[in-house]
Nanobody, 125 residues
Framework: QVQLVESGGGLVQPGGSLRLSCAASGSGRAFVNYGMGWFRQAPGKEREFVAAIRWTGADTMYVDSVKGRFTISRDNAKNTVYLQMDNLKPEDTAVYYC????????????????WGQGTQVTVSS
């Protein structure tokens, strides 16, 4: 069983930046074997895909609304995946969840095998 723990959320003004981190532990398989991603859920809305990355770190995918502003990356030596969020907008306000998949990138909620507990991101002046 894989445990995912997010950190780095908070309150930021529009145009500001945050970096989320997700530390993985508890698996008998090496972290490098898992596809990782980030999802978010705003109040009253369904959880949606934000970004995903393959084990190599070289192949990434983003939802259109964050392209050019968010960057997903991973450090397999530290068992950690990151989401750098720049030029944040009020519509980015949500609980952000780290997601892991046994094989391939998690790009929909049905493809996720492991979830973190979530971290709140609030963008407001």
């Amino acid at each position: 069983q894989v445990q995912l723990v997010e950190s780095g959320g908070g309150l930021v003004q529009p145009g500001g930046s945050l970096r989320l981190s997700c530390a993985a532990s508890g698996s008998g398989r090496a972290f490098v074997n898992y596809g990782m991603g980030w999802f978010r859920q705003a109040p009253g809305k369904e959880r949606e895909f934000v970004a995903a990355i393959r084990w190599t770190g070289a192949d990434t995918m983003y939802v259109d609304s964050v392209k050019g502003r968010f960057t997903i990356s991973r450090d397999n030596a530290k068992n950690t995946v990151y989401l750098q969020m720049d030029n944040l907008k009020p519509e980015d306000t949500a609980v952000y969840y780290c997601a892991g998949r046994n094989f391939g990138r998690p790009m929909s909620t049905s493809q996720v095998d492991y979830w973190g507990q979530g971290t709140q991101v609030t963008v407001s002046s």
